[in-house]
Nanobody, 124 residues
Framework: VQLQESGPGLVKPSQTLSLTCTVS??????????WSWSRRPPGKGLEWIGY???????YYSPSLKSRTSISRDNAKRTVYLQMNSLKPEDTAVYYC?????????????????WGQGTQVTVSS
């Protein structure tokens, strides 16, 4: 499985961020596959944002749930992240990852495949 994130790079405060994770080498509806988004702010550790399961069920970090949405397009093998009301502290490298066994997880080490990440800067 290979993952490639893409997005706008620079977003203004209060705007909405839309990121895309394009999947190759596997179907996003394969049973027990989970597709997550995480981010790493500058100088900080990885923060888990949420995931969408093979079934379509989503689960989010409580701290980000109110302004985050993860969705998918099965035919395009694409997973999306939408985050609204952006703030400068949302500046980070955003990653998508795939977990291919067991249950969904918030733990970085549980994920088998990672994209290279895409930089998002929130600034006016």
């Amino acid at each position: 499985v290979q993952l490639q994130e893409s997005g706008p790079g620079l977003v203004k405060p209060s705007q909405t961020l839309s990121l895309t994770c394009t999947v190759s080498g596997g179907s996003i509806t394969t049973k027990f596959y989970y597709w997550s988004w995480s981010r790493r702010p500058p100088g900080k550790g990885l923060e888990w944002i949420g995931y969408i399961a093979y079934s379509g069920t989503t689960y989010y970090s409580p701290s980000l749930k109110s302004r985050t949405s993860i969705s998918r397009d099965n035919a395009k093998r694409t997973v999306y992240l939408q985050m609204n009301s952006l703030k400068p502290e949302d500046t980070a490298v955003y990653y998508c990852a795939a977990k291919t066994t067991g249950r969904g997880s918030q733990t970085e080490a549980d994920y088998d495949y990672w994209g290279q990440g895409t930089q998002v800067t929130v600034s006016s």
